[in-house]
């Protein structure tokens, strides 16, 4: 019996050790969820903000980072609107204040005259989705909005790729792009976080196509990394696919 003893009482140990730890890791897992999720909100924020072309309309400081975080939330609430149509969400930045108080007071107006219906009825989505089309074309006619930041999620050579890219209202203007989430190697296609790289895109036109050799020039042509053609490629596949097929699907062009 005393052996028995002996060998189940390092089994009841090792079951309490693991069910605390266990229990510990949970705790700390649902304190930190808020402050994880906070923390990817605010890194979003500021992709936005970066991608948009902003920063270079306003001489607002390049880097970010520096400045408080409700600072920078402030910037981004005080310039940009957050549009969702057909499930899909983007953000317009206007050329000033005035203009963005304008759109979301039409907008406001706008849910007020549907907020007695019923939103499920494909019928009255439809409708509203087209008047919501409407108020962002007359936007764009009349030279209102700066830029268009869409999130896009696209494959790479090791995992997705999920990027910001501000686009002007031609929809083919490329202001910038931010990445959000990449997978590629590291010192290869990881590379395509790197600010020159970046700003490559700025003012090119999609579609988009890699140089042949470096002295080529046009608005639509970008550079290679070095030794990750294939990364390379699947970036210019988020603006000539992905990009473009979500424009079309929500502004069904």
Same mark, same amino acid.
């Given at each position: 019996?005393?052996?028995?003893?002996?060998?189940?009482?390092?089994?009841?140990?090792?079951?309490?050790?693991?069910?605390?730890?266990?229990?510990?890791?949970?705790?700390?897992?649902?304190?930190?969820?808020?402050?994880?999720?906070q923390n990817e909100n605010?890194?979003?924020?500021?992709?936005?903000?970066?991608?948009?072309?902003?920063?270079?309309?306003?001489?607002?400081?390049?880097?970010?980072?520096?400045?408080?975080?409700?600072?920078?939330?402030? &910037?981004?609430?005080? =310039?940009?609107?957050?549009?969702?149509?057909?499930?899909?969400?983007?953000?317009?930045?206007?050329? =000033?204040?005035?203009?963005?108080?304008?759109?979301? =007071?039409?907008?406001?107006?706008?849910?007020?005259?549907?907020?007695?219906?019923?939103?499920?009825?494909?019928?009255?989505?439809?409708?509203?989705?087209?008047?919501?089309?409407?108020? &962002?074309?007359?936007?764009?006619?009349? =030279?209102?909005?700066y830029s268009f930041v869409f999130e896009i999620t696209a494959p790479g050579l090791w995992g997705e790729i999920i990027a910001t890219i501000g686009i002007k209202p031609d929809f083919k203007t490329i202001e910038g792009i931010e990445f959000l989430v990449q997978n590629e190697t590291p010192g290869l296609g990881g590379r395509i976080s790197e600010d020159w790289y970046k700003k490559s895109f700025k003012n090119k036109e999609i579609p988009l196509k890699i140089k042949k050799d470096e002295n080529e020039k046009g608005n639509n042509s970008v550079e290679a990394i070095t030794g990750a053609t294939i990364t390379s490629n699947y970036v210019i596949n988020i603006f000539n696919k992905f990009l473009t097929e979500e424009i079309n699907l929500i502004f069904n062009k």
């Open positions: 019996m005393k052996i028995k003893k002996e060998k189940i009482y390092p089994v009841i140990y090792m079951f309490l050790v693991t069910f605390i730890f266990i229990g510990f890791l949970t705790i700390l897992n649902f304190i930190s969820r808020e402050k994880i999720k605010f890194f979003k924020i500021t992709a936005i903000i970066k991608s948009s072309g902003l920063l270079e309309k306003d001489n607002i400081p390049a880097n970010l980072n520096n400045l408080p975080k409700n600072e920078i939330k402030n &910037i981004f609430d005080k =310039n940009f609107s957050t549009i969702n149509i057909k499930n899909k969400s983007f953000y317009i930045l206007f050329n =000033n204040e005035n203009e963005k108080f304008d759109f979301d =007071n039409k907008i406001l107006k706008l849910n007020e005259i549907y907020q007695n219906f019923n939103l499920n009825k494909n019928e009255i989505i439809n409708k509203y989705t087209s008047e919501l089309i409407s108020i &962002i074309n007359n936007f764009i006619d009349s =030279n209102k909005i």
